[in-house]
């Protein structure tokens, strides 16, 4: 995965990385470059707020609602998974109480408009497996964009309907 520098407000720029720094030793320990990435941006998506609700409470806390905001989006607690881990073991981690932690996480989700499944903020590795990214209105029918012939799918990813051309496996160049 290319990793690209997210977006911070300078003011923000310390705080980003004292939350950062706690989430990207958990994703270390725990997860993957994957999640380190998507719990970066939506760090970064919360320092762009105004006010940012970053700026009230602890680090640890903050980190512990983005690894559990990012894991809920993407069945992070389900032992089929991998990388997988339970609520438990964030909080242990963060040493925050599970209450503690799942109000940040609430707080993350309800700012971001993160919920299960949600195409902005499922890991790229799990695309495919995502049904609501592939799902397309066409002549008022609601279509998996997957079964469509190539061409169409081409013009669904020129329009950015779909992040890439699933009969391709590759962005047409």
């Known amino acids: 995965m290319t990793t690209t520098a997210p977006r911070v407000p300078a003011a923000m720029r310390e705080t980003f990385e004292a939350i950062a720094h706690h ?16 719990i970066r941006q939506a760090l970064a998506a919360l320092c762009r707020k105004r006010p940012s609700p970053l700026l009230k409470g602890q ?52 700012a971001l408009g993160m919920s299960q499944m949600d195409p ?14 592939w799902m397309l209105e066409v002549n008022g029918y609601t279509v998996d964009a997957r079964h469509l012939p190539l061409e169409v799918q081409d013009i669904a990813f020129a329009k950015g309907l779909i992040p890439y051309v699933p009969g391709r496996k590759v962005a047409p160049a």
């Not at 989430?23 to 998507?38: G, I, P, R």
């Not at 903020?121 to 049904?131: I, K, Y």
């Open 23 to 38: 989430t990207d030793a958990f994703c270390d320990k725990h997860l993957n470059d994957e999640y380190k990435q998507l």
């Open 120 to 133: 902005a903020w499922t890991l790229p590795s799990r695309m495919d497996a995502n049904p609501l990214i």
């Open 59 to 110: 680090a640890s806390s903050w980190a512990a609602g983005a690894v559990h905001a990012a894991g809920m989006v993407n069945f992070l607690f389900d032992a089929a998974q991998t990388p997988h881990c339970q609520a438990t073991d964030i909080w242990a981690h963060f040493c925050v109480a599970a209450s503690t932690g799942q109000n940040h996480s609430k707080k993350i989700r309800d």
